[in-house]
């Protein structure tokens, strides 16, 4: 079966029996199917997390493709960001820690960024920004790197136990003792028992949270259909940590931590980290990514890397078309407007991320 391209969106040959097109994915009921196919696909790139982005803030889907003979050969996942504040862009993809391009055995993706590119000239986009690093886009240059860091789930609940650095062993042991319990949900109002914990963390971090209707999204959208789940940690039903975990049918991610910073010494934030490592790894995950840390952010990092975590360098890649070239950029996670953040109420906090979110990518 072909994919047949958006409304007003040109196809080009690539070879014999293949093309490159874009479309929008969320038109497609077989999306999922043919994204599932593809070996190195993550749950980024899926209609699942597209639709988040688009219901959330409005954002276009323009999904670079290739098929051939009816199969996704390659995808470049790519959301149309268009503000009045930062300017109409291309990203690939918006508040996603990572998005590699996806191609097929003997096809490099060289074909998928010219087809980017002409799309980006059409639509006037100022920018256009990938979340990976390909050799594959002619002239690329890193313009921002991260920490990664993966864990592999396939050698079994006890050996991910050990596998964990005596000081988190420790305080996982300190947790239970305190009879500090763990559940696994999906449901609306345990997003919600996230949502104010996750409040509570970023202002605590001097940074907006990301709009109530973000989360509401993502438990709707992947959550609520077995694409991830809520793992809280509760004592005597007071909610003291949660995360967000996302999955596919090969591989999780650790996407959001939150927790209340009064309990902090019952160490509930390990429990529930090695709680999702364990509940992944008994569902036949391979592998669970711990997201991106920001080079400076020296204390996550140790974190991540105390659960016994692979690290690895995450690099991305942004093309200006004002001054044709591709360009460095700058990790703004910290700065003076972390200490203007921090002070403020609750509420403001939470109406600055409403508002300031939708232009930032």
């Known amino acids: 079966m072909m994919l047949a391209a958006s409304s007003g969106v040109r196809a080009t040959a690539c070879r014999k029996d293949a093309e490159t097109m874009t479309v929008n994915p969320l038109e497609r009921a077989d999306w999922d199917a043919l994204v599932a196919a593809h070996p190195q696909s993550t749950i980024f790139h899926g209609a699942g997390w597209a639709r988040v982005l688009m219901e959330t803030y409005g954002h ?57 590119m002409e799309l980006a000239r059409r639509r006037g986009w100022k920018r256009l920004e990938c979340r990976s690093f390909d050799g594959d886009w002619t002239g690329a240059g890193s313009s921002l790197s991260f920490y990664g860091h993966e864990i592999d789930l396939g050698v079994g609940p006890e050996k991910l136990f050990q596998g964990m650095e005596s000081p988190v062993r420790r305080a996982v042991r300190k947790a239970e003792k305190s009879e500090v319990k763990i559940d696994f949900d999906n449901s609306e109002e345990s997003m919600r028992t996230f949502f104010s914990l996750h409040c509570g963390t970023r202002r605590r971090h001097g940074v907006p949270p990301q709009p109530w209707r973000f989360f509401l999204q993502i438990q709707r959208c992947l959550l609520n259909v077995g694409r991830g789940f809520l793992a809280t940690a509760r004592l005597g039903g007071r909610p003291l940590a949660a995360s967000v975990f996302l999955h596919d049918s090969r591989n999780a991610l650790y996407k959001f931590g939150a927790s209340d910073y009064a309990f902090q010494q019952m160490r509930p934030s390990n429990l529930v980290m090695w709680a999702g490592m364990k509940h992944c790894a008994e569902q036949g995950l391979a592998t669970l990514n711990l997201g991106r840390t920001s080079l400076s952010n020296e204390g996550l990092r140790r974190f991540k890397l105390g659960l016994g975590a692979v690290e690895q360098e995450v690099r991305y890649m942004k093309y200006d078309f004002a001054a044709e070239q591709f360009v460095r950029d700058v990790d703004r996670a910290e700065g003076w407007h972390n200490r203007v953040f921090a002070r403020l109420p609750l509420p403001v906090l939470r109406l600055a991320g409403s508002v300031l979110y939708p232009h930032l990518s």
């Open 60 to 116: 276009k889907p323009e999904y670079v493709i290739r098929i051939q003979n009816g199969r996704l050969e390659g995808l470049l996942p790519v959301m149309e960001v268009s503000s009045w504040l930062t300017g109409r862009r291309g990203v690939s993809l918006p508040f996603t820690d990572f998005c590699p391009a996806l191609k097929g055995a003997g096809c490099d993706g060289r074909g998928l960024y010219q087809e980017a």
